[in-house]
């Protein structure tokens, strides 16, 4: 698995005027290929009067599934430069949909080209990428009495706490840098005068 990849930070559109042709760049964090295809699916029905929906789209952190689609501009000059942009960034699980409005005068092949794959680039600047860092999920089980200041001292140390379930014994679920596993575990006995449980889970991305 990727250490670490580059997504969207948000959903949002960046809009610029080229040789009078209006062109609408929609990107949005996208976790699955289904996810994908509803957005391209979304923004085609907001803009139904439109010359052209072209998307390109990249899912998984080793960019595993990438789709391009020119939706009727000549081949290679719309979908394949967007996706090409988003590649270039290592932008990762995320869909890229450019709406274009013609304006009445021909780019070429050369300036679709740069109009796709520009605006596109210019939108992820303008909504902006997090990194997201591979964990190791980990559960620890502790009593009552020690679980407030353990969740405490936890956040304080900037481990990422997950989720908190409280039953008999309280379950927090942490992620962990694979490095940090075994100097966590020495901190864990020390921190809980060796009373709390440790179990490792599997693998998830979260913000670095």
């Given at each position: 698995?990727?250490?670490?990849?580059?997504?969207?930070?948000r959903?949002?559109v960046?809009?610029a005027?080229?040789?009078?042709s209006?062109?609408?760049?929609?990107?949005?964090p996208?976790?699955?290929?289904?996810?994908?295809?509803d957005?391209?699916a979304?923004?085609?029905?907001?803009?139904?009067?439109?010359?052209h929906?072209?998307f390109a789209?990249?899912?998984?952190?080793?960019?595993?599934?990438q789709?391009?689609?020119?939706?009727?501009e000549?081949?290679?000059?719309a979908?394949?430069?967007m996706l090409?942009?988003?590649?270039r960034r290592?932008?990762?699980?995320?869909?890229?949909?450019?709406?274009?409005?013609y304006g009445g005068v021909?780019?070429?092949a050369?300036?679709?080209?740069?109009?796709?794959g520009?605006?596109v680039?210019?939108a992820?600047?303008?909504?902006?990428?997090?990194?997201?860092?591979?964990f190791?999920?980990?559960?620890?089980t502790?009593?009552?009495q020690?679980?407030?200041?353990?969740?405490?001292?936890?956040?304080?140390t900037?481990?990422?706490?997950?989720?908190?379930?409280?039953?008999?014994a309280v379950?927090i679920?942490v992620g962990?840098?694979e490095?940090?596993?075994?100097?966590?575990r020495?901190?864990?006995?020390?921190?809980?005068?060796?009373t709390?449980?440790?179990?490792?889970g599997?693998?998830a991305?979260?913000?670095?």
């Amino acid at each position: 698995m990727q250490e670490q990849y580059r997504t969207v930070a948000r959903a949002g559109v960046h809009e610029a005027e080229i040789n009078r042709s209006r062109f609408l760049c929609a990107l949005a964090p996208a976790a699955t290929e289904q996810e994908a295809q509803d957005f391209v699916a979304r923004v085609r029905r907001e803009h139904p009067t439109a010359s052209h929906n072209c998307f390109a789209y990249v899912i998984g952190a080793d960019a595993s599934v990438q789709k391009a689609s020119d939706d009727g501009e000549p081949g290679g000059t719309a979908g394949v430069p967007m996706l090409q942009m988003l590649t270039r960034r290592e932008v990762r699980y995320t869909v890229a949909v450019v709406t274009r409005y013609y304006g009445g005068v021909k780019l070429g092949a050369g300036g679709l080209i740069r109009a796709y794959g520009g605006v596109v680039g210019e939108a992820l600047d303008a909504v902006g990428t997090i990194t997201r860092q591979r964990f190791r999920l980990a559960t620890v089980t502790v009593d009552h009495q020690r679980a407030g200041k353990l969740e405490n001292d936890l956040r304080a140390t900037g481990r990422a706490v997950r989720d908190v379930r409280y039953a008999e014994a309280v379950a927090i679920e942490v992620g962990l840098p694979e490095a940090d596993v075994e100097p966590f575990r020495a901190w864990l006995a020390d921190a809980t005068a060796g009373t709390a449980g440790f179990e490792l889970g599997g693998e998830a991305y979260g913000d670095a």
